[in-house]
């Protein structure tokens, strides 16, 4: 596990009981691939410690990074990342509903794109969530691409796959998850999409309510749109030699 090719960074606050069957399919759909998985465990007041303990004394290719307290996703997301030793990272969320088979092929898509493309994002069908949720994801979805113009439909989608170092220079914000295809866009890079179905959650209710996001993604959305308005030119940048 010293130089892994891909880091999987999984988000997450008490979800020891989901944890437990989501770790085996991350292993299963990343066999014969080289790989780690991060999870960041954001605070969290449940089993989750004990949970991932015994994986990583069983030898599986886990890292635990904790937060003492709960500083949320983006916090959680940006901490796996600067931890991460794979070139590429893909993220999914904690919680069980994205489905890890989609990981490889984010990875692919990512990588076979070319070096012109910086994010691979996952785009939801058949959402599971709540009708008010979904609702609610719609508006805004179609308010932030309206917006921002980031050619993606669903941003706010777990699964998405960058390349480790662009990953680390991306303005960061609380947030700033929900927006990764636009701050790529703002770097020059490009954007190609993999669609996903979503499942529901097993166990437990998710830490991140409706208002919580609605009303936060307003300052945020005006915030991403300032700073692509505020980097108008992309150069590329080449070191001559006159020897």
């Given at each position: 596990?010293?130089?892994?090719?891909?880091?999987?960074?999984?988000?997450?606050?008490?979800?020891?009981?989901?944890?437990?069957?989501?770790?085996?399919?991350?292993?299963?759909?990343?066999?014969?691939r080289?790989?780690?998985?991060?999870?960041?465990?954001?605070?969290?007041?449940?089993?989750?410690?004990?949970?991932?303990?015994?994986?990583?004394?069983?030898?599986?290719?886990?890292?635990?990074?904790?937060?003492?307290?709960?500083?949320?996703?983006?916090?959680?997301?940006?901490?796996?990342?600067?931890?991460?030793?794979?070139?590429?990272?893909?993220?999914?969320?904690?919680?069980?509903?994205?489905?890890?088979?989609?990981?490889?092929?984010?990875?692919?898509?990512?990588?076979?794109?070319?070096?012109?493309?910086?994010?691979?994002?996952?785009?939801?069908l058949?959402?599971?969530?709540?009708?008010?949720?979904?609702?609610?994801?719609?508006?805004?979805?179609?308010?932030?691409?309206?917006?921002?113009?980031?050619n993606?439909?669903?941003?706010?989608?777990?699964?998405?796959?960058?390349?480790?170092?662009?990953?680390r220079?991306?303005?960061?914000?609380?947030?700033?998850?929900r927006?990764?295809?636009?701050?790529?866009?703002?770097?020059?890079?490009?954007?190609?999409?993999?669609?996903?179905?979503?499942?529901?959650?097993?166990?437990?209710?998710?830490?991140?309510?409706?208002?919580?996001?609605?009303?936060?993604?307003?300052?945020?959305?005006?915030?991403?749109?300032?700073?692509?308005?505020?980097?108008?030119?992309?150069p590329?940048?080449?070191?001559?030699?006159?020897?």
């Amino acid at each position: 596990m010293s130089n892994p090719a891909i880091t999987i960074v999984i988000p997450c606050r008490n979800e020891a009981a989901n944890l437990a069957f989501l770790l085996d399919e991350v292993d299963a759909a990343m066999e014969g691939r080289s790989y780690e998985v991060i999870v960041v465990d954001d605070g969290s007041t449940d089993l989750t410690g004990e949970a991932l303990g015994e994986r990583i004394r069983a030898g599986k290719p886990l890292r635990h990074i904790r937060h003492d307290k709960s500083a949320g996703q983006s916090a959680a997301v940006r901490s796996g990342v600067f931890a991460a030793r794979g070139k590429v990272v893909v993220t999914m969320d904690g919680d069980g509903q994205n489905n890890p088979a989609y990981l490889p092929r984010l990875a692919d898509a990512l990588l076979q794109a070319g070096p012109a493309i910086g994010i691979a994002a996952g785009q939801r069908l058949k959402r599971t969530d709540t009708k008010l949720k979904q609702f609610a994801s719609k508006y805004a979805n179609k308010l932030r691409s309206a917006i921002l113009k980031d050619n993606t439909r669903d941003s706010g989608c777990g699964l998405k796959a960058l390349h480790t170092q662009l990953f680390r220079e991306l303005p960061f914000f609380d947030g700033w998850h929900r927006y990764l295809p636009a701050l790529v866009i703002r770097e020059g890079y490009g954007v190609v999409h993999v669609d996903v179905l979503d499942r529901e959650r097993r166990h437990g209710k998710s830490n991140y309510g409706i208002l919580d996001r609605g009303l936060r993604g307003i300052l945020d959305l005006y915030g991403v749109w300032w700073l692509r308005k505020r980097r108008k030119t992309v150069p590329t940048i080449t070191e001559i030699s006159h020897g």
